[in-house]
Nanobody, 114 residues
């Protein structure tokens, strides 16, 4: 059974950093594109970053230069390093495999506040 489990969320001050992790099981990890989406309170879910199975990355304009997505195929992990965090980065962050129609995790809360 496919499962994605996110971790690493929490409360951080503006300008701080967090690293999110997503552990995959039950899927052939290295054939899937992986990504992170987020949903802020009262807003629609939006794509944050994606990484192809070959390691090509893509970012939302709002996070370019601050966030970095990476993957470790051997460990079946995908990461989202978030630097220079802003209050508008607050939301629930979801990991997914295989695009929007694929597999999703349950999400991890990120709150950026002083």
């Amino acid at each position: 059974q496919a499962q994605l489990v996110e971790s690493g969320g929490g409360l951080v001050q503006p300008g701080g950093s967090l690293r999110l992790s997503c552990a995959a099981s039950g899927i052939i990890f290295n054939i899937y594109a992986m990504g992170w989406d987020r949903q802020a309170p009262g807003k629609q879910r939006e794509s944050v970053a994606d990484i192809t199975r070959g390691g090509v990355t893509n970012y939302a304009d709002s996070v370019k230069g601050r966030f970095t997505i990476s993957r470790d195929n051997a460990k079946k992990l995908v990461y989202l390093q978030m630097n220079s965090l802003k209050p508008e980065d607050t939301g629930v962050y979801y990991c997914h495999a295989g695009g929007p129609a694929g597999y999703w995790g349950q999400g991890t809360q990120v709150t950026v506040s002083s």
